[in-house]
């Protein structure tokens, strides 16, 4: 079968930048009828569809709402979601605080949470499949010491892919997830390049040492996101997919 989304509204967030914008393009791409698209900084993307732009910060808890409301409003429903916003600010048992705990739980569980409940609600009102998919990472199986709060969000996340997945598995509502491993993006290269002064080329040389000779692009993940949300891989359902260069428990 081959992936396509044609007919569904779908609604992205994250979609200013990296791969957010990566998979909103290659939605539209796959022939998707109209695209939410949902950041905190104007989106700004020329693509061959129709678009609405959402400009919210999904760290206040009324944002998931009204990036619901916004999608009903302009294109009365919502075939598919992809939850790619997300914030990874470095935080371990040494040094994280209570308002960065709040932070990043806020970003990357709780709007997720929320987008999903109103999308869900809205493809039950309607009778109607559809299917979710939620950005993850590898950090969701233990996670890096310095990203202990974020390792804990994605495994919330995890977590409530699985359980969604269960819930409205018989009302044809898919949900997956894919915990992604290490990606060449803006934000990655600002943490390891700008951030502590290693420069651009420290990031290159990591990437020259991986199996494949390089970092995964957000390319990569967006083929990814647009196979799940596509009718290509059904029935699949309640799947939390590895999308790294190493294989996970392998010596």
């Not at 939605?27 to 993307?45: M, T």
């Not at 990031?203 to 000779?213: S, V, Y």
Request: with cysteine; glycine share 10%; aromatic share 4%.
């Amino acid at each position: 079968m081959r992936v396509g989304l044609a007919g569904m509204v779908v609604l992205v967030t994250g979609a200013a930048r990296g791969i957010g914008a990566a998979i909103a393009r290659q939605a539209a791409e796959a022939g998707a009828e109209a695209l939410v698209l949902v950041d905190r900084d104007p989106v700004g993307l020329d693509l061959p569809c129709q678009t609405e732009e959402v400009i919210a910060d999904l760290g206040d808890p009324g944002a998931p709402g009204t990036a619901i409301r916004a999608a009903r409003d302009r294109f009365s429903r919502i075939d598919g979601l992809v939850n790619a916003a997300g914030l990874t600010t470095r935080g371990a048992f040494d040094d994280a605080t209570t308002d960065l705990w709040d932070m990043l739980f806020a970003v990357n569980a709780r709007a997720p949470f929320f987008l999903m409940a109103g999308a869900i609600a809205d493809m039950t009102a309607r009778g109607a499949p559809g299917s979710i998919v939620n950005i993850q990472s590898m950090n969701a199986h233990c996670g890096a010491s310095d990203l202990a709060v974020y390792s804990a969000t994605k495994g919330a996340l995890q977590t409530l892919t699985k359980n969604a997945a269960n819930t409205y598995l018989a009302d044809r509502i898919r949900v997956n997830g894919i915990n992604l491993g290490w990606v060449d993006t803006e934000t990655e290269r600002q943490l390891h390049a700008v951030t502590p002064g290693r420069g651009p080329d420290w990031l290159d040389a990591q990437a020259a040492r991986q199996p494949l000779g390089r970092l995964l692009s957000e390319e990569d993940c967006a083929r990814h996101a647009v196979w799940l949300l596509s009718p290509a891989s059904k029935p699949m359902t309640g799947v939390n997919l590895d999308l790294e260069q190493t294989v996970t428990g392998a010596p």
